[in-house]
């Protein structure tokens, strides 16, 4: 029996601007000198060729037979970035072909070709933005997803950082990239302890990038699951490190910061068991004027329902009053040890709110003791304007902590004095044995 010679890649001619041009379709293969059959080029490669030639009936032609329209070569360029880039130094030709190579992009958009570019892509270097990151400096070797899952983690000049990507499919929605701008234009400017730390950005190339400081202790969401109800004491003080950074985006000048997002799982914790505020991306910037009111009704497909306020499901005006509604279901949560609501569905929890329902208090009394169940009841009212400013709930959270520290010191005080007891009277003891021993051993002299 024949054997036939291996078949091999002509990889000479795999070049997107540069293959066989001596090819001959109806011959299917070509024959190399020491016999080896070398297949035809890839049709992905011919698309890029022929973008590059303005051949408009052969793009037609390899797309109309399946040929990946956004199929990119080594160089990471697609047939669309090709056509696009493509210029002539004889202006009258350049007339020509710049009217044909109009043609051939608006042949592969249509077929779905899709930009390179970055949609917040500037023309000169000297507007590149100062927070803007080499995306080859982001190292995603052995990266995993971390928090909702729209964070990885990278390493960026040997530190470890957290990533938010923005996908390649959706640089072409302009709802969603204008919520990424937003995002960079507040965390650029953010400085505070209990907020995740903005170290810069990929603005320039896709997929778009922003890059936060990497806290490995992960989210309070999944601290809450794991630890279930907190202590009292415990609860206090990570809601005061909560109401401290919410606080500061309130107060931002010249407009608050609404965050708008506020649950357990866009707050991180760090080596020092502080938390710190995260995910901006669905924040708003107070318009001075008044309140701000989503271009169109939220639904539960849109956003985690348990923590957002009844407000903002009936597509009203809201402030940052918002933000406190969220405040007191977190805190609710954190020492009942389960979610609002925990037993409904999804779904259902904005109609329990609109219906002036709240999560029940199940735990004992003294756990919601020195006004805490008070504060948490002030709120979540009703009523946006009757909820405390967050100034107001650190004043009377800073309250409640040192009223509980001071009765831990009165349990502990007791305890402390017994064993200064029994250290005087072992003691003793130890001096009167070694009295007693020291004359008898007198007497026997």
């Not at 500037?122 to 507007?127: G, I």
């Not at 990929?202 to 490995?216: G, K, N």
């Amino acid at each position: 029996m024949e054997s036939k010679p291996p078949v091999r890649f002509a990889l000479g001619k795999q070049s997107s601007l540069a293959p066989d041009r001596g090819y001959d379709d109806s011959v299917g293969a070509e024959e190399g000198e020491d016999g080896e059959s070398i297949i035809d080029i890839d049709p992905r490669v011919r698309l890029m060729y022929a973008a590059n030639e303005g051949d408009l009936e052969g793009i037609k032609e390899l797309l109309d037979s399946g040929t990946d329209v956004n199929y990119r070569d080594i160089d990471d360029r697609t047939a669309l970035h090709v056509a696009a880039c493509q210029g002539f130094s004889d202006v009258p030709l350049a007339d020509a072909i710049h009217y044909k190579m109009l043609d051939v992009i608006k042949i592969l958009e249509k077929h779905g070709a899709k930009p390179l570019m970055a949609p917040m892509h500037v023309k000169s270097v000297r507007e590149v933005p100062e927070y803007e990151i080499d995306p080859k400096e982001l190292d995603f070797t052995n990266s995993v997803d971390i928090t909702k899952g729209t964070f990885r983690i990278a390493l960026w000049r040997g530190t470890r950082v957290a990533v938010k990507k923005l996908g390649e499919e959706v640089i072409t929605e302009e709802d969603k990239v204008r919520a990424f701008g937003d995002e960079l234009e507040l965390l650029q400017k953010l400085r505070h302890p209990n907020v995740v730390q903005f170290l810069g950005a990929v603005t320039q190339s896709s997929p778009m990038m922003i890059v936060t400081e990497y806290l490995p202790k992960g989210d309070l969401c999944a601290f809450l699951k794991r630890k279930k109800a907190l202590k009292p004491m415990t609860a206090v003080r990570f809601a005061m490190d909560i109401a401290r950074g919410m606080n500061y985006l309130h107060e931002n000048k010249p407009e608050p910061i609404i965050h708008r997002d506020l649950e357990p799982s866009n707050i991180l914790r760090d080596d020092s068991w502080h938390l710190k505020v995260a995910d901006f991306g669905v924040s708003k910037l107070l318009k001075v004027t008044g309140g701000v009111k989503e271009d169109k009704p939220l639904t539960c497909q849109d956003s985690y329902c348990r923590y957002v306020a009844p407000e903002v499901f009936r597509n009203e005006e809201y402030d940052t009053k918002v933000d406190v509604f969220s405040f007191a279901l977190i805190l609710h949560e954190m020492i009942e040890g389960c979610p609002p609501f925990s037993t409904k569905q999804e779904n259902e929890v904005p109609k329990s709110y609109a219906a002036k329902e709240r999560p029940p208090f199940i735990a004992p009394a003294k756990c919601y003791a020195h006004g805490l169940r008070e504060l948490i009841e002030e709120c979540w009212s009703e009523n946006p304007s009757k909820r405390p400013t967050f100034r107001q709930i650190i004043r009377r959270l800073e309250s409640i902590y040192n009223s509980l520290g001071h009765k831990r010191r009165w349990k502990v005080r007791p305890l402390k004095c017994f064993q200064n007891l029994e250290a005087m009277w072992k003691k003793e003891n130890h001096s009167l044995s070694s009295h007693s021993r020291s004359s008898r051993s007198t007497r026997s002299i």
